[in-house]
Nanobody
């Protein structure tokens, strides 16, 4: 049974940092690409970062240079290190992978506010 569980969200001040985790079960993350998305209130869900099975990464322009995607194959977990957070980064963050179909976690809330 495939499952993705996000954690690590919370309230942080502008300029602060958070690290999100996406714990996977039911498949081996090193064999598949995985991605982070986010959805702010009233907006569509948007792609922000991806990591391929080979380990190559790509980012949305809005987070490039501030966010870093990575994974720990031994823990079967993907991460998103978020630095220099801005109020506009406030959103629910989701992890995602495509196996025989698309799988999503339930998300973790990130709020950037003073």
């Amino acid at each position: 049974q495939v499952q993705l569980v996000e954690s690590g969200g919370g309230l942080v001040q502008p300029g602060g940092s958070l690290r999100l985790s996406c714990a996977a079960s039911g498949f081996t993350i090193s064999m598949y690409g995985m991605r982070w998305y986010r959805q702010a209130p009233g907006k569509e869900r948007e792609f922000i970062a991806g990591i391929s099975s080979e380990g190559s990464t790509n980012y949305a322009d809005s987070v490039k240079g501030r966010f870093t995607i990575s994974r720990d194959n031994a823990k079967n977990t993907m991460y998103l290190q978020m630095n220099s957070l801005k109020p506009e980064d406030t959103a629910v963050y989701f992890c995602n992978t495509l196996l025989t179909r698309m799988y999503w976690g339930e998300g973790t809330q990130v709020t950037v506010s003073s």
